[in-house]
C-alpha cells in the first residue's frame, strides 16, 4: 500500500492543514477552484531521462484522512445539499472552511474534459472500486510520491525510469475537504512513470509521473503550455505528484 494511502486511512477527522506550494520554474499554480496548490513541474516526456536535474518540493496537499465507508456514504456531498453539509460538519456558512468546502463540491460535479472518466471518492473502498471498474480486478496496484527528505528541492533523475501499466492509468489528486476526498480520473493516453531521483545532499525520492500523450481539449493558456512553450497537441506532457496523491495501474 502506497505511503499517501496509508497516511489517509489515520483517523485526524476535520484537520486541515493545506500549504500552497512551489511549481517549477517559479511558478504557483491552484488544482481546484480555490483549493490548496498543488506541487507541479512540467517537463516534455522526451525529457524524462537519466542526468535531467529538477527543482522539486513534494509537499502534501491536506493531511484529511478517510471516514469509514459507512459513515462516508452517510454524509452528504452535493452542491445542493451545502446547508446540510455545513451543519453536519459544524462549520460557520460564511467561514473560509465553508467556501473551500463549496469549491471541491463543484470541482467534484463539474464535466469532465472530452475522453476523461471522472469521480470524487470519499472512501478507500470507493476508490477501489473507481480504480477496478477502470482497470480490472486482476493485478492492480497503486503507487505515490515518496521523499526521503521533504525539504530537498534540487533533484537528478537517476537510471531505472520505470513505465508502469499501459497507456492509460487511474489518477487520485487529493483535494481540499474536511476528511478525505479524491477527485479521480482515467484519461486515454496517460502514462504513469516511477522516477528515481537523488538530491543535492544525497537522499533519494521514488517520484510518479504522469505524461499525457493528448493534450489537444487543454485550455491553450494552460500553465504547461506556457512553461513548455508549446501548443496543445503538439508534444506530451509529464509532471510529478505530490506525495498525498496517487496513481492506480494496472500490472
Not at 509537499?59 to 452517510?74: D, E, G, I, M, R
Not at 497503486?142 to 525539504?151: G, I, M, Q
Not at 509521473?209 to 493528448?214: D, L, Q, R
Not at 493558456?221 to 505530490?242: D, E, M, N, R, W
Request: proline letters at 5%.
Amino acid at each position: 500500500m502506497p505511503q499517501a494511502v496509508k497516511n489517509s486511512l489515520r483517523l485526524n477527522l476535520l484537520e486541515d492543514q493545506s500549504t500552497p506550494v512551489e511549481i517549477g520554474k517559479g511558478t504557483s499554480m491552484g488544482f481546484s477552484k480555490e483549493g490548496g496548490a498543488m506541487n507541479i513541474y512540467f517537463l516534455l516526456e522526451k525529457d524524462m531521462h537519466p542526468g535531467v536535474k529538477l527543482t522539486l518540493h513534494f509537499t502534501k496537499t491536506t493531511n484529511a484522512t478517510f471516514l469509514p465507508h459507512q459513515v462516508a456514504n452517510s454524509l452528504a456531498f452535493s452542491s445542493d445539499k451545502l446547508p446540510e453539509i455545513l451543519d453536519q460538519l459544524s462549520i460557520k456558512p460564511e467561514s473560509v472552511k465553508a467556501e473551500t468546502i463549496k469549491n471541491t463540491i463543484e470541482e467534484c460535479e463539474d464535466p469532465g474534459i472530452k475522453g476523461e472518466e471522472k469521480y470524487c471518492a470519499t472512501s478507500l473502498e470507493s476508490m477501489i472500486d473507481f480504480s477496478t471498474s477502470k482497470l480490472g480486478n486482476k493485478g492492480v496496484k497503486a503507487v505515490s510520491t515518496e521523499a526521503e527528505n521533504k525539504s530537498q528541492m534540487k533533484y537528478r533523475i537517476a537510471a531505472g525510469l520505470e513505465k508502469m501499466g499501459g497507456d492509460f492509468s487511474v489518477v487520485y489528486h487529493k483535494m481540499n475537504y474536511p476528511y478525505a476526498v479524491f477527485y479521480c480520473h482515467k484519461i486515454q493516453a496517460t502514462r504513469a512513470y516511477m522516477v528515481p531521483l537523488v538530491g543535492r545532499d544525497g537522499t533519494k525520492a521514488k517520484a510518479v509521473a504522469v505524461c499525457h500523450a493528448n493534450t489537444m481539449e487543454w485550455n491553450p493558456k494552460h500553465l504547461a503550455f506556457q512553461l513548455l512553450k508549446v501548443k496543445p497537441g503538439t508534444a506530451p506532457i509529464c509532471h510529478f505528484l505530490p506525495e498525498d496523491h496517487v496513481v492506480w495501474v494496472a500490472k
